[in-house]
């Protein structure tokens, strides 16, 4: 069984930074091969996909975060992170990561297995 804890959640003026990690505990053998991902839900809105990255790195990003948001990863430390700069109020949200055991194109083949209990961030 595996968990993924996030944090670095908090409230941030518009403009600033922000980095979000998340880290996998539990039965992360064959973890470094999963790809990793972000998504966020506003409040009233659907959730939506952030970012993702693939075992080897590849990043794929929804078009309202590039160029502002890096996720990228620590394989020894099972970590994932989101940096978040350039901060619009519209980015306020709870933001999860997620975990599928395998991705193409910035796409899960099949269904992400695992998910955070989320993080609040809050833009003003």
């Known amino acids: 069984h595996v968990q993924l804890v996030e944090s670095g959640g908090g409230s941030v003026q518009a403009g600033g930074s922000r980095r979000l990690s998340c880290v996998a505990t539990?039965?992360?053998i064959g973890w470094q091969f999963h790809c990793m991902a972000w998504f966020r839900q506003a409040p009233g809105k659907?959730?939506?996909?952030?970012?993702?990255?693939?075992?080897?790195?590849?990043?794929v990003y929804a078009d309202s975060v590039k160029g502002r948001f890096t996720i990228s990863r620590d394989k020894a430390k099972n970590t994932l992170y989101l940096q978040m700069d350039s901060l619009k109020t519209e980015d306020t949200g709870v933001y999860y990561c997620?975990?599928?055991?395998?991705?193409?194109?910035?796409?899960?083949?099949?269904?992400?297995?695992?998910w955070g209990q989320g993080t609040q961030v809050t833009v003003s």
């Open positions: 659907a959730r939506e996909g952030v970012a993702i990255i693939d075992s080897d790195g590849n990043t």
């Open positions: 997620a975990a599928c055991r395998s991705c193409s194109g910035g796409v899960c083949n099949g269904d992400f297995a695992y």
């Open positions: 539990g039965n992360t």
